[in-house]
């Protein structure tokens, strides 16, 4: 697997599409979170072994980067406030970005392991 591969497929996560062919929704309902078991298009299994490293990885790793990041570099005048606000936000953008942090993992996943 070369960049041009890699490219390709983190394109297709980003649009939250099947990592091998591009065209099936890994979703059914994004909202609802509900996914496919397999690409509607080409049939390739999505996440056979449940709940992948990589998902987990993404979304623990990234996010509490990301608060920490904030933590570090404010000065809040209320630190009652600050810490509503940032639990506030982190669980914000923890369930907005659900979907593309699960479809990016299930396209790391293809990029270990393509069938
Ligand atoms: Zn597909």
């Known amino acids: 697997m070369g960049k041009e591969a890699f490219r390709v497929v983190a ?3 980003l ?3 099947c990592p091998r062919c591009g ?3 890994i979703f059914r ?3 609802r979170y509900s996914e496919h078991e397999r690409c509607p298009s080409c049939g390739f299994v ?3 072994k449940g ?3 990589a998902f987990i990885y993404l979304s623990t790793a990234v996010l509490t980067g990301c608060i920490g990041l904030v933590m570090v570099l404010t000065q809040p005048e209320s630190r009652f406030w ?3 606000a940032l639990v506030a ?3 914000f953008v923890y369930l907005t970005t659900l979907p593309v942090r699960k479809s990016m993992a299930i396209a790391l996943n293809y990029l270990q392991t393509p069938d």
Do not use: H, M, Q
């Open 51 to 53: 709940e992948s490293i």
């Open 15 to 17: 649009t939250l599409r």
């Open 29 to 31: 309902n994004v909202l």
């Open 23 to 25: 065209v099936g929704p």
């Open 46 to 48: 999505y996440d056979p």
């Open 89 to 91: 936000g982190a669980l």
């Open 82 to 84: 600050s810490r509503v």
């Open 11 to 13: 394109g297709r996560a």
